[in-house]
């Protein structure tokens, strides 16, 4: 925790590196047509499709750390989505309004996981079950099973702060996960969490508030995974109540991928994202792999068990 | 002058009356112990002190202001720090992350003054005379060096009352003297000490003034020099002890019960040789690191020998699982009681037929024969609960760990290990417990009894196995072996290297 780059992140990145070669290699194209997979426009597809993971990869990775669990998120990116295009399309709000409506939705999701786990004192588990049916259940009441088309209502050339709107969503990403990094490593909050994942009983008889710091971490994770939908909603043009459906465990596995560990105490927001990515590579190049098409959830789960032990028998190693 | 006062303090759980009117004062800068049996009320007393539960009635006065205390951050602010029996550490935190969990030092806004808190650390440990990198990981620490690491981190609050509960019991003895070295310290600049122990030998040495709790209530407050350790135990347990044991000589008969030849387990212990007779009480005495519990998971069958051999009554077996182990006649009463002798979650009929029954390989659940046995178990060996069907946590740690023993004695077996069977037990159930053993060797049991506290190994053991670094370091017959005789065979190498 002392140092920026940690070395697990390291192994991440190296990961990250290898995976990149390979793909690089074996889509390596004939003669003098372009790289299918190594260019600038698909390095930024790829980014733009990981942000949406990794941004609640960052509430997730503190969820994790803090030695609780956190189910919701994919329900909530849902939820965002479609709360967010129905006041912008439907109500006729503006955009800005209409986001942070999305975003309160968000955090309001992650207060009642707060209630359920520190005050009704639920498993972290059950209560964000709960919380991911809700948020889900109250997308599909929204909709009423239509969707928001938000895509013809921003026109063509919007440029959120002057920049194209496909940089946005990586941007966000890589801005939180310095932010988060900095955060968990250099700051108080971060490190009573780290404390509250390693021993909660210990953390709450050395005068740490454990019940407003836990508060705080399903307070966030409820608001960037909101701001996942969010960005979602922008980059496909559309709010609708089964997007993401299963992105909380694609969430999960990113953070363990990693380096946090279920048990708590351990892990870093870094890690998280860096875990995103190497499944959005995943994602991207393997449809490019003729035949390969219905292997690619196959291939994402084999991964995470793979990388894990991997990093579990380096850990022995070192010791 | 009064210090710290407890006035008429009381508190119920439920039916429980844990604490009833508690009314006695420590002095500002004195170290005060506070003594009495398992359930006396001594943790609840200390649970109100710093702030983790509230009394229902009475209340804490320290230099004639009251104290109202809502939480452990409020005592900490208070100036009140504790040293909790169980250790609490963050094992994935660095050690200066431990000593200032909770109260980091920081920059506005909450960023981390890393460099301060490690050099505070440093400075801590230097004056506790500890040689441990403040960036070591917590984990990577011994027992002895997690509790200090409490001190200092009370220490590093400038504490003005520190609270030690039980602080020796993983320590050698080496270890709890620098800790009673660090205590004198603390005394000599003015810190005033509660002191929680069983141990009496520690309270006369470091403590002032002795005050005695029995069935939360007070039982009198004593000062060291006008008292002796036997009025202190009859406060403690509101009546006299029965007089110890005679040693009796251990009556043998044919094949030795356990006979372990060259066992060998690299790094834990190596070519170690040993038998107990059937009948007989052997003692293992041996500082924490020096392989005794691993010796006693391999005979069990938790851990497999590189090389030796195990008989069992003159028969040779390669005990292969603790199942196997078990239907060969060897039972283990492991050290920790909580973590692997009890299931929490049965009531105390399920956990005393567990091992008869997977001994036994049963698959249905026989229940109105079990519930018998039970009901003859718990009377047989005296366990204050109140049936088969009461749950281990409504237990007196002492009657705990009677459950653990009744257990294994009910798979009738021939050889019988319990490591530290009296760690965390107060004084008459220890008593009651080392009767259980006597009276086992004298129908033929075979026991190897592993404890750190010698007079303990002394009073119950016919023979004394003194293991260091590994090896049987030597063997002394139960009325040659006295504390020195063992203790040198168990540090003589660590002394002639320091």
New interface residues.
Partial sequence: ??RFWHVRELSTIAILIFEILFFGWYLWPDGSRSHPFLNAENALLILKYSSIYGIAAVGAAVVIISGGIDLAPGSIIALASVVCGALFVDAGWGLGASLMAALSVGVGAGALSAILIVAVKLPPFIATLGVMGITRGLAFIVTEGRYFDLSSKLSGGWRPLGLPADWVAPLVMIALAIVFQILMT????G??I??I???E?????????VGRIKTSVYLLSGLLAAVAGVVLALVQGQGKADLATGYELDIIASAVVGGASLSG??GSVLGAVLGTLIFGVLRNALPQIPGATFYDRLIVGLAVIVIVVMDQLLLKRGE | MPGLEFQDVTKSFGAVRALTGVTFSVREGEAHALVGENGAGKSTLLKVLTGIIRPDAGQLRWLDRTLTLASPRDALERGIGMVYQEMLCFPNLSVTGNIFAGRELTAAGGRLLESEMAARTAALLDELHLRIPPRAAAESLSAAHRQLLQVARALAFECRILVLDEPTTALTDAEADHLFAVLERLKARGVTLLYVSHRLPEVFRLCDRITVLRDGGYAGTFERNEVAPDRIVRAMVGRDLPPRAEHQAATLRDAPALRVRNLTRRPCFDDVCFTVGAGEIVGLFGLVGSGRSELLETIFGLRRPQTGSIEIAGRRVAIRSPRHAAREGIALVPEERHRQGLFFNLDVRHNLMMPARTAAGDILIRDAREREQAQRLIAEWRVKAAGPRAMPDSLSGGNQQKVVLAKWLATSPRVLMLDEPTKGVDVGAKFEIHEIIRRQAAHGLGCLVVSSDLPEVLSLCHRVLVMREGHIQGELAGDAADEESVMHLATSDLRDAS
Avoid: D, E, H, I
């Fill in positions: 925790m002392k250099r700051f108080q909050w490190r009573q780290f404390s994942g390693g021993n009983t210990a953390a709450l008889f050395s005068g740490v508030a105490g351990r």
